[in-house]
């Protein structure tokens, strides 16, 4: 699911204020990235106990949505269709998808652990299998994902990040694919290596972001050439014979 669909989750991260723990930090990601071939970072994360109690109170009866207001947004999407030609439709699309270079995809794990992986956004969900493969603790047994709510299998491998509606970001669930009364496996569900990437973050400074633009640069104004305003265009006049 998209992120801004989900409950507010809070990481917990290491501080790193030492430039010389930034500096390592950026170095071990760095490494996990050669090693599993994209950029890959591992949190804990838990289900702010404020947002599980504003979902749980009653909405006031005039937020309701009701069958007028169904019906009214069905006709604006109707409206919207046949005022635009496919052709339009089709460039408006393209030039959407254009701009979304890239798809964060954070796999959560039964143990309140994260994944986040980076992909560019033509990928398909099968790289995302790919690469839990490489990660998982335990890669011999069948697993799947899944999104929620309500709970989904992702059985299509073949969408792209963008198609399947998880760029430029989203939240995929990992469970085990095991037979009726077989036990899950405890975790940790990553893989050592991976696992110490926990709360790991580059230095902002050396990882900027790639969508940003550089700032171009400052060119200084040519001083203005006008003649004051006092200052007139001496004309001869015409009686003047010389």
Known sequence: MLEDSLPALKRRRFSIADPMDASFATEKLAAAKQNYGREICVFETTISQTSN????????????????????ILSTKKEDKYLKTKKIRDAEAAASR???????????????HTLEATFHPSETLQNLIDLLVKVVARPDLPFYLYTTPPKKQIKDLSQDFYSAGFAPGAIVY?????????????????????????????????????????????????PSLQKPAGEKKMVKPKWLKM
């Open 98 to 112: 254009s701009r979304i270079t890239k798809a964060v995809i954070r796999v959560r794990f039964p143990d309140n």
């Open 174 to 222: 990992f469970s085990y694919d095991l037979p009726k009364g077989v036990d899950t496996p405890p975790g940790p569900f990553l893989k050592e290596d991976v696992m110490s990437l926990k709360g790991l973050e580059p230095s902002p400074a050396q990882n900027p972001d790639p969508d940003q633009p550089a700032p171009e640069p400052v060119v200084a104004a040519a």
């Open 53 to 72: 109690n504003a979902s749980e109170s009653e909405e006031p009866d005039d937020l309701e949505f009701t069958t007028e207001d169904y019906y009214r």
